[in-house]
């Protein structure tokens, strides 16, 4: 008690506005004499007596800002807010602190600039604003970078007062705001709205006096996010993602993109930049590729020409870091290499051996295809060319994880977008920005879902130790990933049936590598779709359609897929005549499933079915049997339409349907 007293009998000092008092040992400076009382207590084992010590230091200070340059102030808020060991309580009293000082100075200004327009022929009064000012902003950027760095804080109200604080400051101009930049784009990630809204805000309000300044910052930023969204889910049991885990599925940094991607120029930089973060030599964590390949995979894209940006770039990365990835695992082969049978061509001029490992060409493909082969032998010649300990192993699994993320990040923007593999292949960066300006058909119901890598993370392959079955999946994943680069290149000039085999090769390495999600599938849809108007009657084309059409081993593979909630899905319910009929799954029940009808035809758009329950109409919900199921896994167009792809096979399966049961 005595304590708070000698604390309040400080402050009524302190307000008396006498610079000295008068005591046995001569004069006192009261303001020392405060500020020296009140760091005492600051140090007190009571943590409500530090609290009120804080705040008394925060009232002395809006009196003499002066003191906070101090070196004891100094240390005792920086060690405060950088202390993670400290109260909250603590730093969010400090915080409070700066916040209330800029309120009291920015009133003061206001103050002052309003007596300067009455007396400004008398007194430079405008020149003691600015005096002023600049005391503001030197006491700032003592405190900045603490400040900043409390945006990591794991307790929401911290980061609420810091971004507080760098919001005040910034307003009134007493830093420069590119320091500011990558950690205004972090706290852009916050799950809480207002934070979100407050710094955007931010960020925009910079982008208008500075043009450049978050373009400059922008993969800073995205790193800084990751930092963030770790502190956010540091006691949380779940795995970091990019995207905002809701209906929206947005990616948490799409704010950022959506200023960026007006100028072309800015654009590319930037998504250059984000996809350099996956070649080898950068060495970024898994983790975080995982969360910025989620952001690529959910920003907010308007035009053709930006995911295309992204594919063709994907396509040369692969080229590099994958035979790049193949010698480093090659070499590691101590007891033996796999041979690979050379063409002639080859033995007789090195002067190609340089460009094959980047681009291989017709030839050795065909080579490889003969000498090669995806067979159990292969994976155990893999395994007994390896050292004893797992070292080589595990170093490849790491480092094909950022491949393996490319390949699946190309795959969802195919499927999101509906580009055929000629489409990404015509595609140049070169071109005029009108040629892709079309506006994007996102398809509805895509999810960006990296099975590979997720069980990657979930196994936790950096404790050195593997399993018999592990080796074996990392030794195939070697295979597919040799034959992926084998056939990686499309060959223009081959014969069509040639040019078939090679993309089947290349779907199927493609397909084992992403753990089963074919990227056959994602390209008979959107094939079809824009070659509606291009294809000549009778020609070869369509009889790859038809084909296609017929190919029983893809819809085996298609009704292997999981049923899951959401899913819009084809049935074959005797008691109904319609055709076609869609559902959407409501719930998995202990016999089949609970689903909703909708309505529409082959055509035209799907909607919610209604059905008239007394005087209202209400959703038509019904059970059925998973053997009701015919196809699985729609994905409607943005127009809520079936594809054409999709249409023509549920015509060919109902009419199979039907002359069975006749």
């Known amino acids: 008690m005595e304590k708070k007293t000698e604390i309040q009998l400080a402050l009524s000092h302190c307000s008396l506005g006498r610079a000295y008092t008068v005591e046995p040992g001569g004069r006192v400076n009261i303001k020392d004499k405060v500020l020296e009382l009140l760091l005492y207590f600051t140090k007190h084992s009571d943590e409500e007596v530090q609290t009120k010590a804080i705040i008394g230091l925060g009232f002395s200070f809006i ?139 931010q960020l925009v309000e910079i982008d208008k006096k500075y043009t450049g300044f978050i373009h400059m910052k922008a993969v800073a930023g995205i790193k800084m996010s990751y930092q963030v969204q770790q502190a956010i889910i540091s006691n949380e049991k779940r795995m970091l993602r990019g995207f905002r885990q809701d209906e929206t599925s947005s990616a948490l940094c799409s704010h950022l993109y959506s200023m960026i991607r007006g100028n072309r120029q800015h654009r590319r930089a930037f998504l250059i930049s984000l996809l ?124 094909s994880q950022g491949i393996l993320l490319l390949l699946m990040l190309k795959q969802h923007l195919k499927n999101l977008c509906g580009f055929s593999d000629s489409k990404i292949q015509k595609y140049s960066p070169s071109e005029s920005a009108k040629v892709y300006d079309k506006a994007i058909n996102r398809k509805t119901g895509v999810h960006f879902h990296p099975k590979q890598t997720l069980e990657f993370l979930k196994r936790d392959m950096t404790c050195g130790k593997l399993n018999e079955d592990t080796k074996r999946t990392i030794a195939k994943q070697y295979l597919d990933f040799k034959l992926l680069m084998e056939h990686l290149d499309p060959d223009e000039e081959e014969e069509e049936g040639e040019v078939s085999a090679s993309t089947d090769a290349r779907n199927k390495a493609i397909t084992s590598l992403l753990g089963g999600n074919s990227p056959k599938n994602n390209v008979a849809e959107t094939e079809e779709e824009e070659s509606d108007g291009e294809e000549k009657a009778g020609g070869t084309s369509g009889l790859r359609k038809s084909k296609r059409l017929s190919d029983s081993s893809d819809m085996a593979g298609q009704m292997n897929e999981t049923v899951d909630v959401q899913d819009v899905i084809a049935i074959c319910c005797p008691k109904y005549k319609d055709r076609p009929q869609i559902a959407k799954v409501v719930q998995k029940t202990s016999h089949g499933f609970s689903v909703q009808w909708m309505a529409g035809s082959y055509r035209g758009p799907w909607a919610e079915a209604k059905r008239r329950d007394g005087r209202k109409l209400v959703p038509w919900v019904d059970t059925i049997k998973e053997s009701d199921i015919i196809y699985k896994k729609i994905a409607l167009t943005s127009a809520n339409k079936l594809t054409n792809k999709v249409a023509q096979t549920l015509r060919s399966l109902y009419a199979a349907k039907d002359g069975t049961s006749s």
């Open 63 to 201: 009196q003499h800002p002066i003191l906070m340059f101090e070196v004891d102030v100094k240390n005792l808020y920086n060690n405060l807010l950088s202390d993670k060991n400290c109260s909250v309580n603590l730093k969010i009293q400090v915080l409070k602190n700066l916040q209330t000082y800029l309120q009291e100075e920015d009133t003061r200004m206001q103050q002052a600039d309003r007596d300067w327009k009455k007396m400004s022929k008398q007194e430079d009064l405008k020149e003691m604003g600015d005096i002023s000012s600049g005391m503001s902003s030197s006491i700032m950027q003592l405190y900045l970078k603490q400040v900043l760095e409390s945006f990591f804080s794991t307790q929401s109200s911290v980061r609420h007062f810091a971004l507080n604080v760098i919001a005040l400051t910034l307003n009134q101009g007493l830093i420069h705001p590119v320091q500011c930049v990558p950690y205004l784009i972090a706290m852009g990630t916050d799950p809480e709205p207002s934070m979100r809204n407050k710094s955007d805000q």
């Open 276 to 399: 350099n973060l996956f070649d080898d030599a950068a060495k970024t964590e898994v983790n975080m590729l995982l969360y910025i390949a989620d952001n690529l995979a959910c920003f907010p894209y308007q035009t053709q020409e930006e995911p295309l940006f992204i594919m063709h770039h994907i396509d040369i990365t692969l080229s590099v870091s994958g035979s790049n990835l193949l010698q480093s695992f090659r070499e590691s082969m101590v007891k033996g290499k796999p041979k690979v049978k050379k063409p002639a061509s080859e033995e007789e001029s090195g002067s190609e051996s340089e460009e094959e490992v980047v681009r291989p060409r017709r030839t050795r493909r065909r080579a490889n295809s003969e000498s090669d082969s995806d067979g159990e032998d292969d994976v155990d010649h893999v395994l007994s060319c390896l050292p004893e300990n797992a070292g080589p192993l595990i170093e490849f699994a790491n480092a």
